[in-house]
């Protein structure tokens, strides 16, 4: 029976006995051991923890629940958040069970269907705006200070306590750390929160190591990689397609503390990540999710040796939130035939 992040996790967030505790069933994600990338990889383990698990099917939930419940504390029954999508869908989502007004932002055209169809059915009430989600979250930010919303962005430390849990369960399933921790990077929030998570097991005794975070940003919007803000952030990760980081400081600390690096990869090597871990590990994840693994794959090319290292990628979300993208990108191997026995036999041989 999954209890939720709120429950498992309670005495390392910041709830009280006033804080309401409920839960969609966030969390205990599996942590699934690469059998066939593995072996390209060259290292002693690989593991893929599968966000696209969580009850709207984005890591953002862990976040949300205890964002939300804290808001509810404060006696605040409207939320509001900018969002590439993910986000909107998960507010939306705590919204609806808790029976709180949710306004969502979103950039016009730039939001994947799967996660527009979710704020759409949660009823949430949507703000679709001609910029990017950098504005739409400046935006934000402005509604909640001029009136009284709670910002459910990442800049709301709740969901970077509550999104650090990923880091727990990580730890707590393996018994120790990895070596190397590979992670897509957008608003920076998430790798933010997996270093707070780790460190917090580190200091309290549950692991002896803490791992080298390899942050992973599309080529097209990397300004953690430039160290400049991106205008324009262009990339097919739509999750990821942020051009001036929130929590950028953070994604340095993360960077620097842990002795990783922040790099880049291109669409076509995400593309390519994506495809190889669905067909090769049973795993559909959307673009931004396959940042990690296209990173880790373009190390070993690069001549990176693995083969002592314990190693996980984090895979943010969910598949089917980007339907249009899995069947425009996959080479689909399907075909017509006759409707009868003889000509569909043939599909065995083809
Ligand atoms: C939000 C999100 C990201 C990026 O996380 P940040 O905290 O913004 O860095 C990556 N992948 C998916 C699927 C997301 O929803």
């Given at each position: ?25 966030e ?48 006696g ?5 958040c ?32 799967g ?125 990821i ?22 790099q ?11 495809q ?75």
């Amino acid at each position: 029976m999954p209890q939720g992040v709120l429950t498992s996790y309670k005495q390392f967030l910041p709830i009280n006995e006033n804080t309401p505790i409920f839960s969609l069933g966030e969390g205990q994600t599996p942590l699934i051991k690469s059998r066939n990338i593995v072996k390209i990889i060259g290292c002693r383990e690989l593991y893929f923890k599968f966000e696209g698990c969580n009850p709207t099917g984005s890591f953002k939930d862990r976040g949300m629940v205890l964002a939300v419940a804290k808001a509810l504390e404060k006696g605040v029954t409207n939320i509001v958040c900018a969002s590439t999508g993910n986000t909107s869908a998960s507010a939306a989502a705590y919204g609806a069970y808790l029976g709180l007004k949710t306004t969502i932002i979103v950039p016009q055209g730039k939001v994947a269907s799967g996660k527009l169809a979710q704020a759409i059915a949660y009823g949430a009430h949507i703000a679709v705006i001609k910029g990017n989600f950098d504005s739409a979250l400046s935006i934000a930010r402005e509604l909640s200070s001029k009136h009284p919303i709670e910002l459910v962005n990442s800049i709301n430390p709740n969901r970077i306590e509550g999104q650090k849990t990923a880091a727990f369960e990580i730890v707590d399933d393996i018994k120790r750390a990895p070596e190397l921790l590979f992670i897509p990077v957008g608003n920076a929030g998430n790798i933010s929160a997996y270093w707070k998570g780790f460190k917090e097991y580190f200091e309290l005794g549950f692991s002896k190591e803490l791992p080298e975070f390899h942050g992973y940003q599309a080529a097209g919007a990397s300004p953690l990689v430039t160290g400049k803000v991106v205008e324009n952030p262009e990339t097919i990760a739509s999750a990821i397609r942020i051009g001036n980081p929130a929590s950028w400081e953070n994604a340095i600390k993360a960077r620097d503390e842990s002795g990783g690096l922040i790099q880049s990869v291109t669409d076509e090597e995400i593309i390519s990540a994506y495809q190889l871990l669905a067909s090769n590990e049973g795993i559909f994840c959307e673009p931004a999710s396959a940042a990690s693994l296209a990173g880790l794959i373009l190390e070993k090319k690069n001549g990176s040796d693995f083969h002592d290292k314990t190693i996980v990628c984090i895979v943010t979300g969910n598949g089917l939130k980007d339907p249009e993208n899995a069947i425009k990108i996959s080479p689909a191997s399907y075909g017509e035939y006759q409707n009868d026995y003889e000509s569909v036999e043939k599909v065995l041989v083809n």
